[in-house]
């Protein structure tokens, strides 16, 4: 049956608790909240005999499963937590465990009354063909974190915000949800440093999150094309040469700068949705929105004159001993000829 974060929180909270629930999603930060929720449902003395972790890369299936059986010690539940369950992917890692999926589906058809068992999938599909797959689906309460819209990523930092009594401004959580490239991980983490700064203030205001948050390499990437498309020539080279001095190697942020000129291309030809084009990339909608808002001022040749020139330079990087600083240089000396 499907469920929601509320709803889980909801289970533990009211102490209305399903005996299985099936986790599955990438997002760290959801799956930490998730874990605690579970976590918090043995008392801190008990948890050495009521509270058992199993990981599938180090533990075999069917010890988790007689764990699972396993009436609690001197409290009301066990919480049996199983980790890592790629044995319902398509995954064929080389092991010599033995996962014996038999015992869990017997284990889903009659579950102990007084056990909650956890299962985190941390994936981002898992293979529906399995027998065991659909029984959980089925049966147990399955929580899926698919892509979150960015409605969802606002929702949970003004929760997070209330909570501590802080305010933010509306540029401010613009600026970033873009300078994360709306990672709700990522999100959280810079967004305990921000209530750190403004603690006495409760304010967080556009120039704290500009000064505070770390950039990633897709937000450097991001400002190196938006200089480049805008003919901020010196500005772009500048960014280049900060990124290869702090340690970014050549390739991969050739690499990074290819796809993203790729993306751009494919979101300035695309006639679909926001959501449309997304699924036809297989990106989050959030990179798609960004693209167009940036492709919407430049036109396709000139965006197609910088991919090809990058393209050269690629195999000028591959192909010869020249500098990269030296090679970018030259690439934005052909695309001003160019677009001139």
């Known amino acids: 049956m499907a469920y929601t974060l509320k709803d889980v929180q909801q289970d533990v909270a009211k102490q209305t608790l399903q005996p299985i629930y099936l986790i599955q999603g990438t997002d760290q930060y959801l799956l930490d909240q998730v874990r605690a929720a579970f976590v918090s449902l043995i008392p801190d003395e008990d948890r050495t005999l009521n509270l058992a972790q199993f990981d599938m890369r180090e533990t075999a299936l069917g010890i988790a499963v007689d764990d699972a059986r396993s009436v609690p010690f001197f409290g009301d539940r066990r919480v049996v937590i199983i980790d890592d369950a790629y044995f319902l992917t398509g995954e064929n890692p080389r092991t010599k465990l033995e996962h014996h999926v038999e015992d869990l589906l017997a284990y889903i058809e009659h579950p102990e009354p007084q056990t909650v068992l956890v299962i985190f999938a941390p994936y981002e599909k898992l293979d529906s063909r399995k027998k065991v797959v659909k029984l959980l689906k089925e049966k147990a309460a399955y929580l899926a974190f698919g892509d979150l819209t960015e409605k969802d990523v606002r929702n949970m930092i003004n929760d997070k915000l209330r909570q501590g009594g802080f305010e933010m401004s509306g540029p401010a959580m613009q600026l970033l949800i873009r300078l994360t490239n709306m990672s709700l991980t990522q999100i959280m983490s810079e967004l305990d440093k921000l209530m750190l700064y403004a ?142």
Not at 252 to 279: D, I, N, Y
Not at 307 to 320: A, C, I, N, P, W
């Open 199 to 340: 603690y006495d203030t409760k304010q967080i205001d556009e120039q704290a999150v500009d000064a505070l948050v770390t950039r990633t390499l897709s937000e450097n990437i991001f400002d190196l094309i938006n200089a480049l498309l805008n003919r901020k020539l010196t500005r772009a080279v500048e960014l280049y040469h900060e990124l290869v001095e702090s340690g970014e190697a050549p390739l991969r942020l050739h690499a990074a700068l290819l796809g993203q000129f790729r993306l751009l291309l494919q979101v300035k030809s695309s006639t679909q949705s926001e959501s449309g084009t997304a699924s036809m990339l297989k990106v989050n909608p959030y990179r798609v929105k960004l693209g167009r808002q940036t492709v919407r001022r430049f036109s396709y040749t000139a965006l197609a004159k910088a991919y090809l020139g990058l393209v050269d330079m690629e195999e000028q990087l591959k192909s010869t001993a020249r500098d990269p600083e030296l090679l970018f240089e030259l690439f934005v000396l052909r695309y001003q000829a160019d677009i001139a």
